[in-house]
């Protein structure tokens, strides 16, 4: 696939964006040595932007992003992509709403993906920005659609925008890779809160009617309009 000029300039500035936001995952500390991969939808393309696989977070910058189609296959750019490219992929076939991809072995949500438990919405931040108990995706293994599939059958039933995938760690997604990293954040946050509030007793439920008004507040009112 040949890049038009206008194509490639979207995909420059794309390629800087998520180099940037990989460093999100690090100041966050999301990840360690070259684990977890953010990507972005090229809008109006089927084309995404994606890191390159087992490169140190020290080496990724707009350069060293692949861009490859909504197939995994490489289109532009000289490193391998992430090993995860096909569950990414496949979210993007499947879920035209998303823009954004994160995936992280962070260490608190992983934990909870490795009991295969949910994170139950018992803090006001889960209901914000998750809308109910975070997900857990079946347990999935790397190489082909398993982990996409399993990302989009578990989301589409849920509010949120986190997926715990069993045994192996948490996958998000957002309208565009910022948005997907974000809840990459809060669901290792919310994890080690709920984790931490479990050692001392049983966390106090929060009504469905007060999740729904939480999170109807932080979606449409939260923020700066
Ligand atoms: O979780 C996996 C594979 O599923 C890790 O290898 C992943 O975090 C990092 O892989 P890449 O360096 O993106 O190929």
Redesign the pocket.
């Known amino acids: 696939m040949v890049l038009t000029t206008a194509i490639l300039d979207t995909v420059d500035e794309l390629r800087q964006t998520v180099a940037a936001l990989h460093g999100e995952l690090t100041r966050n500390e999301l990840?360690i040595w070259?684990?977890?991969?953010v990507s972005a939808r090229v809008p109006g393309q089927d084309l995404m932007v994606i890191?390159?696989?087992?490169?140190s977070y020290d080496n990724l910058a707009g350069e060293t992003m692949v861009v490859t189609d909504l197939f995994g296959n490489l289109v532009h750019g000289e490193l391998a992509?992430?090993?995860?490219t096909a569950?990414h992929a496949y979210v993007y076939r499947h879920m035209p709403e998303v823009g954004g991809v994160v995936?992280?072995?962070s260490t608190y949500a992983t934990a909870w993906a490795a009991r295969g438990e949910p994170i139950p919405c018992v803090l006001t931040m889960i209901a914000d920005e998750f809308g109910g108990d975070i997900p857990v995706g079946p347990f999935a293994i790397?190489g082909d659609d398993s982990?996409g599939r399993g990302i989009v059958e578990t989301l589409r039933g849920s509010r949120s925008p986190a997926v715990l995938m069993q045994n192996?760690?948490p996958f998000s997604v957002g309208k565009d890779a910022r948005s997907a990293v974000k809840a990459a954040v809060m669901v290792e946050d919310v994890a080690r809160t709920v984790h931490i509030a479990r050692q001392l007793g049983a966390p106090l439920a929060i009504s469905q009617q007060d999740i729904d008004q939480l999170h109807q507040r932080y979606q449409n009112v939260y923020g700066q309009h």
């Open positions: 990840v070259t684990a977890g991969n890191k390159p696989s087992g490169v992509p992430s090993s995860d569950a995936h992280t072995h790397i982990i192996h760690g």
